[in-house]
């Protein structure tokens, strides 16, 4: 039995609303359970981002797929949850498919626009008779991701319209954004670019890639101009390791059964569910799930 949706619905209401929901992207059981349990506390909407990395090191999809839908079971989680593959290959979102994800990204940004266009067609038509939405990119997201390296460009508003007219469910489009941590020299968001995409895409949901350490005011302005998905990966992982190395650091682990993995990992954990919240708080999803 699968509680997951499509987040073609959820993203449509964040865009009409003014709001933005976010993609967390998980690694582990502790992760996904942060996430969800917080999405369920707040009831907000969520959508659980799974990279191919993130994937293989899960041991595969079809285990992601297992453990997600075993844990909305078990937690009763009623918020609408989106299991999304992060930046997908052609050969991985057609096995994120197979394996029971209801969302997909193809990332055909590396691509010259022929193909970009060729590929996500070919997926469209997948997505579309069993209900997945579709993410697609164009112009690449600086900084570096499971190793593949962008430069940060802005998206051409016109390549942006092509893709959008295939029939995409939401639309990714490189406006300077990176992934990791932003280095101090960033010339920030082209909001001029953001507003010309809008522009050609009309009423497609925009995602924003590499939400780590974007100031709060550009996310709000980008979320004004048609931003209704943000990604966020790398803080979490940051603040679950600061989480971590001070009960290490503090000898925790080396007191009683302080070595116990449930609770060597239960620091981390609360440091993911507070990250979430604080995200959750600034994107305006906060009881968008009823
Ligand atoms: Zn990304």
């Keep these: 039995m699968s509680n997951l949706v499509s987040a073609k619905e959820m993203l449509n209401k964040a865009r009409d609303g003014k ?24 009831r907000s909407p969520v959508i659980l981002g799974v990279s191919e990395g993130a994937g293989k ?12 839908n075993g844990m909305m ?20 979102a057609k096995a994120c498919i197979n394996a029971g994800f209801s969302s ?16 996500t067609t070919a997926l469209v038509n997948a997505c579309d008779v069993l ?25 051409d508003p016109n390549e942006c319209k092509q893709i959008a ?13 990176i992934h990791g941590k932003y280095p101090a020299n960033w010339a920030g968001l082209s909001f001029e670019t953001l507003a010309a995409v809008k522009e050609k895409v009309g009423d497609m949901p925009l995602v924003l890639h ?27 992982q940051l603040s679950f390791a600061a989480a971590t190395r001070t009960y290490i650091e503090a000898g925790k682990d080396q007191q009683g059964k302080g070595f116990d993995p449930r609770k060597l990992l239960a620091p981390g954990f609360e440091a993911i569910k507070a990250t979430v919240k604080e995200k959750m708080e600034l994107f305006g999803s906060v009881g968008k799930a009823d």
Excluded: R
Aim: proline share 2%.
């Design 104 to 119: 997909i990204m193809f990332d055909g940004s590396h691509y010259p626009i022929e193909e970009n266009i060729a590929k």
């Design 19 to 42: 709001y933005a929901v976010g993609q967390f992207n998980i690694n582990n059981l502790e992760w996904t359970k942060a996430i969800l349990l917080t999405a369920e506390e707040l």
């Design 57 to 68: 090191y899960m041991c595969g999809y079809k285990t992601v797929v297992g453990m997600v």
């Design 210 to 236: 590499g939400g780590t350490g974007i100031p709060e005011d550009m996310i709000k302005k980008a979320i004004s101009l048609g931003v209704a998905k943000i990604n966020v990966n790398t803080e979490c």
């Design 165 to 177: 007219d295939l029939g995409v469910t939401m639309l990714a489009a490189g406006i300077g954004n």
């Design 73 to 92: 079971e078990e937690l009763k989680i009623t918020v609408p949850v989106a299991l999304h593959l992060d930046h997908g290959s052609f050969e991985g």
């Design 131 to 155: 209900g997945i939405s579709l993410e697609a990119e164009v112009g690449s997201i600086g900084g570096e991701e499971d190793g593949v390296v962008g430069m940060g460009e802005c998206a």
